[in-house]
Nanobody, 125 residues
Framework: QVQLVESGGGLVQPGGSLRLSCAAP????????IGWFRQAPGKEREGVSC??????????????NYRDSVKGRFTISRDNAKNTVFLQMNSLKPEDTAVYYC????????????RGRGTQVTVSS
């Protein structure tokens, strides 16, 4: 069973930044779409961002999407050479506090193939 591994979480003050990483040791991610989800205590899991695979794209490009509340603050990117997907989070707010998970699948609409165990992000003064 492939297990994705998230890292980069931590405690940060409001307005600060963190960069999350999602890796798959021993497995190649370049043909998968990778998405980030988050779940705060007492709340349902929500999608944060997703980036498609250039390998599956007819024009060789990747495409990304974001939930409205993080647009302009978060940026998703992938480095296929490092087999890693990143989520750069800037201007963090207390409401961004959650456990962040990454997941993989053939499409951003189907990220059910692999999932990580999550990394805690806490935004607090």
């Amino acid at each position: 069973q492939v297990q994705l591994v998230e890292s980069g979480g931590g405690l940060v003050q409001p307005g600060g930044s963190l960069r999350l990483s999602c890796a798959a040791p021993g497995f190649t991610l370049d043909s998968d779409a990778i998405g980030w989800f988050r779940q705060a205590p007492g709340k349902e899991r929500e999608g944060v961002s997703c980036i498609s695979s250039s390998v599956r794209s007819s024009d060789g490009r990747t495409y990304s999407n974001y939930r409205d509340s993080v647009k302009g603050r978060f940026t998703i990117s992938r480095d296929n050479a490092k087999n890693t997907v990143f989520l750069q989070m800037n201007s963090l707010k207390p409401e961004d506090t959650a456990v962040y998970y990454c997941a993989a699948g053939p499409l951003c609409s189907d990220l059910t193939r692999y999932r990580g165990r999550g990394t805690q992000v806490t935004v607090s003064s």
